[in-house]
């Protein structure tokens, strides 16, 4: 399957992955941005089968039950809670603590709207599973995948989130105003 999608993605959608993500580094926040298209999900499903490696999302509870809830988990989803007394950081950490390999994907602007600023759950994630943020990039421009070496966390938050924004300079993503 691995060969399969590498064709596809590569030859016939005339994509690249750019960078590696360690295998050892079995827990994580990857931070995929710009998130502005549904198109994102097959672009990081065959990223994610090049790369080889388990990257899981999460997705309101209500989506895992009949007839999708199968496919979700089989696609690496984990059901959270989203009523306003969970606290959706505390989830995932849990999850962390509960997985020994989970590597979870999320767009730091939390839609695939334009928004002005990024969410802050992500950092919150990574800094209480005590974990590494990995910044990726779907840049559409070049038909590139950017894969950036991870980033641990130093609890302040200012300098951390404009040295994460620096990595995707330049990025375009699908629907060119959200970058």
Same mark, same amino acid.
């Given at each position: 399957? %691995? !060969?399969? $999608? ?5 030859k016939l959608m005339g994509w690249k992955v750019e960078g590696d993500m360690s295998p050892e580094i079995?827990? =994580?926040?990857? #931070? ?15 990223? %994610?089968? #090049? ?6 999302? #999460? =997705? ?17 989803? $984990? ?9 959706t950081v505390q989830q995932v950490v849990e999850m962390f603590k509960n997985h020994e390999e989970f ?8 839609? %695939? ?20 943020? #990995? ?9 590139? !995948?950017?894969?950036h070496a991870p980033f641990y966390p130093t609890n302040n938050f200012s300098d951390d989130l404009n ?17």
């Amino acid at each position: 399957m %691995r !060969v399969l $999608a590498t064709f596809i993605f590569t030859k016939l959608m005339g994509w690249k992955v750019e960078g590696d993500m360690s295998p050892e580094i079995k827990k =994580a926040i990857v #931070i995929v941005f710009p998130h502005t298209s549904w198109h994102d999900f097959y672009i990081g499903a065959f990223a %994610r089968k #090049i790369l080889n490696l388990q990257i899981n999302f #999460i =997705a309101k509870k209500e989506l895992f039950k009949f007839p999708f809830g199968s496919y979700f988990k089989w696609m690496g989803g $984990a059901p959270v809670d989203r009523k306003s007394n969970q606290n959706t950081v505390q989830q995932v950490v849990e999850m962390f603590k509960n997985h020994e390999e989970f590597r979870l994907a999320i767009a730091p602007e939390g839609t %695939r709207k334009k928004v002005d600023k990024w969410k802050t759950g992500f950092y919150y994630m990574a800094l209480e599973a005590k974990v590494p943020i #990995i910044c990726v990039a779907f840049d559409y421009g070049i038909k590139t !995948v950017k894969i950036h070496a991870p980033f641990y966390p130093t609890n302040n938050f200012s300098d951390d989130l404009n040295t994460l924004k620096s990595f995707y300079k330049g990025v375009e993503g699908k629907i060119k105003s959200h970058t």
